[in-house]
């Protein structure tokens, strides 16, 4: 799919801060899935993303990848009502390598520290992330949009 939607610098710093990943697929009957994302990482030019998702092997997220590729991703912080959508579909599906997890795990580790400054001890936020259930996904931001609460939620950006 090419891709129709460019990510700015700044929704690229947004999208690669500690804010909690919301990843929803969806099978050919249009039933959607719900998994965590770990470790965004916007392509130079805001075409592309890719990011560890929680899918274990017979999973209906996986599944769904792997047959509809319909991805779309929702980024928000914990601490503020501000929120982005993406939407693509994937191009690979991947074993995540060091590099990949690693992205992952410094995520985690700015997503516990926005949410402990809310009052959730990092012990509770690392019990949402499993890192051997993870698969490395990337796809073309084909769309985005705005959904943080108010007049613009849901405007194309």
């Known amino acids: 799919m090419e891709p129709v939607a460019r990510l700015s610098n700044e929704l690229t710093a947004f999208v690669q801060s500690g804010v909690a990943v919301a990843v929803a697929t969806r099978d050919e009957e249009l039933r959607p899935t719900f998994a965590r994302g770990w470790g ?13 998702v929680g899918a274990e092997p ?22 503020r009502a501000r929120a982005l959508q993406v939407k693509g579909t994937s191009l690979s599906i991947e074993v995540p390598g060091p590099a990949a997890l690693e992205l992952a ?8 520290a926005e949410a402990e400054s809310i009052g959730f001890s990092p012990e509770l936020s690392r019990r949402l992330y499993e890192p051997s259930e993870l698969v490395l996904v990337r796809f073309t931001v084909a769309e985005a949009f705005e959904q943080t609460p108010g007049p613009t939620a849901g405007r194309p950006l």
């Open 105 to 112: 795990e410094r995520h985690l580790d700015a997503f516990c």
């Open 58 to 79: 017979e999973s209906a997220t996986l599944s769904n990848l792997e047959r509809t590729g319909a991805i779309a991703v929702g980024f928000s912080p914990p601490t």
């Open 40 to 52: 965004p990482v916007v392509s130079h030019d805001g075409t592309m993303l890719a990011l560890c």
